[in-house]
């Protein structure tokens, strides 16, 4: 408990830095800082309630309250889903920023964007409360709000998991991995071109690309690293019901998706120096 509650802080003030480095800064109002800020509200949400209600759920807690119950585990699996699909926003606008510039001035109005987070939080909101709709597996003399006991696994695993984050997922890998191949295939040109000891701007301008391109990889798979194992018990449990699986490495795979949100703000702000400069001033 101890532990998810510290990773509730680092995610509460790590996020809301981020969303104080936009506010501050008028420079940092931009297009690509809205979906930045959209995924760092989630993620403090996620500090604030999902993981709250996750120390709850696992204590056991509310008692003889299914409403309560539904209610603590829908806002943590709705938080969640619109974490996931804030990441894919993000990385669809950074597909189109680095790689459709032109496209993307026309496309990516400030009108737009919200219209695309409002679309973001929508599906969230869906995606995250669809599992709870079969809540009556509960057994007639069960007095605690237990996620496994509310939630039908059949519906967490084929929907939540194969549609709401290996579509999500493989969507990532496909846009991260065209954005490096590009990237790098326009790096050789201007090596092959211009020669990398005569231009020091474009040996520079590269090696920022080459960078970006790098974070990206690195975001994705910290993202896979974070997810994927709680998801992967979920399938054990559904698949294989004879399978032992330690309450303990249930937890720690439940721990490691929130810490997800803690991270973020180093991968999609801290990298950034513009966001840096922001604070710092």
């Not at 597909?95 to 737009?112: C, D, K, T, W």
């Amino acid at each position: 408990i101890a532990t998810e509650l510290t990773i509730a802080l680092l995610a509460i003030v790590g996020n809301f830095l981020v969303c104080l480095a936009v506010t501050r800064n008028k420079k940092l109002r931009t297009v690509t800082n809205y979906f930045l800020v959209s995924l760092a509200v989630a993620d403090t949400l996620v500090g604030l309630v999902a993981i709250p209600c996750a120390v709850l759920t696992d204590l056991g807690r509310p008692h003889h309250d299914l409403p309560l119950c539904l209610v603590l585990l829908s806002l943590l699996m709705v938080l969640t889903q619109s974490s996931i699909l804030s990441l894919l926003a993000v990385a669809a606008e950074r597909y189109m920023a680095i790689l459709l510039p032109f496209q993307y001035q026309r496309v990516m109005s400030p009108r737009n964007a919200q219209l695309a987070l409002l679309v973001t939080w929508g599906l969230g909101a869906i995606s995250g409360s669809v599992p709870l709709m079969d809540w009556k597996r509960q057994p007639a003399n069960s007095d605690y709000c237990i996620f496994t006991c509310v939630v039908d696994m059949h519906n967490m695993v084929y929907f939540n998991f194969f549609c709401c984050l290996v579509v999500p997922l493989v969507a990532m890998f496909v846009i991260y991995g065209h954005i490096f191949v590009t990237v790098r295939r326009q790096l050789r040109r201007i090596a092959v071109a211009r020669g990398a000891a005569k231009d020091a701007g474009g040996v520079a301008s590269g090696g920022s690309e080459t960078r970006k391109a790098t974070s990206l990889f690195l975001v994705l798979f910290l993202f896979m690293a974070c997810w994927m194992p709680i998801h992967i018990i979920n399938c054990v449990l559904l698949f294989c019901p004879r399978c032992d699986v330690p309450m303990s490495l249930t937890l720690a795979a439940i721990l490691l998706s929130h810490v997800n949100s803690a991270l973020n703000p180093i991968l999609y702000a801290y990298r950034m120096r513009s966001f840096r400069y922001a604070l710092i001033g």
